[in-house]
């Protein structure tokens, strides 16, 4: 085997990435062969001082820069916004085409969600003012009625003459019942105005406690369970019955009320 | 507005940092400027972390690398663009110039033998700062990451015979520049 031929080769046996075969060569011919002996001496040299003098790291502050830029493709990656342009290419275009119609998704997400929470809360506090609103309305009727010299317009006990009363004075016949009987006296009937409308008011009396029974036309024909509240220390109670919405209100307690409520 | 690392996150910089002062030497062996081999190398992990989902197997190292080199590469090209290259060769001679200029090769070389060494170690960057890119890559790949050639090929995309006779003539350059530079210094020959 000439020089030549070995010297290719010499790189590889250093290596140790020759085949069986080629190594054996390679021995052979060094064994012979003072100059490439020598070639191959400095050679691995050469290798080791390499290896010690270049044996370099990476400078301390380049981990922290890598993590800065991680960091960034994070938030972008995160708020769908298109990185760096990435040079040319078909691929690269369609991609970028993808981020711009990721960006207008999320967008619209984001938007539909606004949309969604500022529905729900207009919703729900709009009911909420608007029952508040109403609690206002019967409990100061109330008060009204208790300042008065009489709660009622007519005062009876007497069912069938509250009821006719109502025909004509407002757009609600209510359903009158005594319910003397069950501690419920009726001292008689009145009306009101209560959340922007003519309501009809029946007064109750248990012991030395009054009672306001307001009731109009329900919005809803549904009926609906009792929503108890209070307000001020009186007692509110609220319900849907057969397209009427009724609010009872006194300073007896709730469990009172409750009990009026499903007598009427 | 911080986030959370995601997973992803997490497992590319377990499997990533640890391979960054190799990315770093890769880098600086074909850049030969610090500057630029840190820029290259955060470019490449910023790539790296984005396909990061194309990596296949959990072996990160040469694929980090082929990115690395790739990204190397690039900003090569554009040195070259943009003009402001300089080119090996004229660094080559401008540095013998001035290794060669009297006023700075005056003091002797001191009979120490860590001397001597430092002064082997100083012709050493020098002549390692002559190759081109391509041999230096495969000498850095072989010498400091201690890659089989089977590795350096994928790293490098060409077959292991041009590995193997590229690392052969990379080392037969180094070391007649070794020998040229020594003769020179009237230094001690590498024996």
């Keep these: 085997m000439q020089c030549d031929d070995i010297c290719d080769m010499l790189a590889a046996y250093q290596d140790d990435e020759l085949s069986r075969d080629q190594r054996q060569a390679v021995t052979l011919h060094l064994e012979s062969c003072r100059a490439c002996s020598e070639v191959l001496t400095d050679n691995r040299r050469i290798s080791g001082l390499v290896r010690r003098d270049a044996d370099m790291s990476a400078p301390p502050t380049l981990r922290g820069r890598i993590g800065k830029s991680l960091d960034r493709a994070d938030l972008e990656a995160a708020s769908g916004k298109s990185a760096d342009s990435w040079k040319v290419g078909r691929g690269t275009r369609f991609s970028a085409r993808g981020e711009t119609l990721g960006l207008a998704r999320w967008i619209a997400a984001l938007a539909a969600v606004c949309l969604v929470s500022i529905l729900a809360t207009w919703q729900v506090m709009g009911t909420a003012i608007h029952t508040d609103g109403i609690a206002r309305d019967v409990l100061n009727a109330h008060l009204r009625s208790l300042l008065q010299d009489s709660p009622v317009q007519v005062a009876t006990s007497d069912q069938h003459t509250v009821r006719p009363w109502f025909a004509g004075r407002s757009d609600f016949a209510p359903l009158v019942k005594d319910l003397s009987a069950d501690g419920f006296a009726l001292v008689g009937g009145r009306l009101d105005y209560v959340a922007d409308r003519r309501v009809s008011a029946l007064v109750y009396k248990r012991r030395l406690h009054l009672v306001n029974v307001f009731m109009w036309a329900a919005a809803a024909a549904n009926d609906s369970a009792p929503v108890a509240s209070t307000r001020n220390g009186y007692s509110l109670l609220t319900w849907n019955q057969n397209g009427a919405t009724y609010w009872a209100v006194s300073d007896l307690n709730l469990e009172e009320l409750r009990t009026l409520q499903r007598l009427l | ?76 090209q554009q040195r070259r663009g943009a003009g402001n290259v300089i080119s090996l060769d004229e660094v080559m001679e401008s540095r013998s110039a001035v290794a060669t200029d009297p006023g700075l090769t005056s003091h002797l070389p001191s009979p120490e033998q860590a001397a001597v060494s430092t002064s082997e170690q100083a012709l050493l960057a020098e002549a390692i700062g002559a190759l081109t890119p391509v041999f230096r890559e495969v000498i850095v790949l072989r010498e400091l990451e201690e890659l089989s050639y089977r590795e350096i090929a994928d790293i490098i995309g060409a077959p292991v015979g041009t590995v193997m006779s590229r690392l052969a003539r990379a080392r037969a350059d180094l070391r007649t520049r070794m020998l040229r530079l020594m003769d020179r210094d009237d230094c001690h020959a590498v024996r």
């Design chain 2, 1 to 76: 507005m911080k986030y959370p690392a995601s997973p992803e996150r997490a497992r590319f910089e377990q499997l990533a940092i640890v391979h960054m002062d190799a990315a770093y030497r890769l880098a600086f062996a074909i850049l030969r400027a610090r500057p630029d081999a840190e820029d290259a190398v955060q470019d490449a992990y910023l790539r790296a972390y984005r396909a990061l989902h194309q990596l296949e197997g959990t072996d990160i190292k040469p694929w980090l690398l082929t990115i690395v080199r790739n990204v190397c590469y690039r900003r090569l």
